[in-house]
T-cell receptor
Framework: DQQVKQNSPSLSVQEGRISILNCDYT??????FLWYKKYPAEGPTFLIS?????DKNEDGRFTVFLNKSAKHLSLHIVPSQPGDSAVYFC???????????????FGKGTKLSVIP | DVKVTQSSRYLVKRTGEKVFLECVQD?????MFWYRQDPGLGLRLIYF???????EKGDIPEGYSVSREKKERFSLILESASTNQTSMYLC???????????FGPGTRLTVL
């Protein structure tokens, strides 16, 4: 049972345009969400996060939006650059105590290709 | 900067061999994790540890064990490697009380 879903395995965007990566979740206990970026043959690197008490967080070209009622979040990259081409993972953490609070649940990833 | 290192970038082993994957972090993080990444499946948690000598099973612990004798080091052990354990293995660590995990560069393991 997949609790974090990234329904688009891949996305192609022209350089300079907006990239929108989507993520849906089913567990209402999730209270913190993160996006990671991964290049081939490297480990994922943290990109941006958002707490469930917010609906938007911005860091330079990257903005994450959270819609709690829809259990949906999205990552916007504006403007997209060729160096943004990578796999992007959405991850979620729940509010519970004990073992659950140590873990992140990851989506399967979306491969973004930014075309020059 | 947090640094998470893994003992090998690429590893080739034979079926039935015992395999050790080592992970070291230099930021005194309490929590450490082992994942495997496979195409179309994303990152799946194998085991994690929230303290020295403590371990918890993740989503796919079968065929694996772990060891954490020192705070900075977390080892993943494949007792008898099988071809379906061919994968990219990623180690991560984090400080207690925060969500962000820091990842190592990964070990690409091939089991022949």
């Amino acid at each position: 049972d997949q609790q974090v879903k990234q329904n688009s395995p891949s996305l192609s965007v022209q350089e300079g345009r907006i990239s929108i990566l989507n993520c849906d979740y089913t567990n209402s206990m999730f209270d913190y969400f993160l996006w990671y970026k991964k290049y081939p043959a490297e480990g994922p690197t943290f990109l941006i996060s958002i707490s469930s008490i917010k609906d938007k967080n911005e860091d330079g070209r990257f903005t994450v939006f959270l819609n709690k009622s829809a259990k949906h979040l999205s990552l916007h990259i504006v403007p997209s650059q060729p160096g943004d081409s990578a796999v992007y993972f959405c991850a979620a953490s729940d509010v519970g105590s004990g073992a659950g609070s140590y873990q992140l649940t990851f989506g399967k990833g979306t491969k973004l290709s930014v075309i020059p | 900067d947090v640094k998470v290192t893994q003992s090998s970038r690429y590893l080739v082993k034979r079926t039935g061999e015992k395999v050790f994957l080592e992970c070291v972090q230099d930021m005194d993080h309490e929590n450490m994790f082992w994942y495997r990444q496979d195409p179309g499946l994303g990152l799946r948690l194998i085991y994690f540890s929230y303290d020295v000598k403590m371990k918890e099973k993740g989503d796919i612990p079968e065929g694996y064990s772990v060891s954490r004798e020192k705070k900075e080091r977390f080892s993943l052990i494949l007792e008898s490697a099988s071809t379906n354990q061919t994968s990219m293995y990623l180690c991560a660590s984090k400080r207690g009380g925060v969500n962000e995990q820091f990842f190592g560069p990964g070990t690409r393991l091939t089991v022949l």
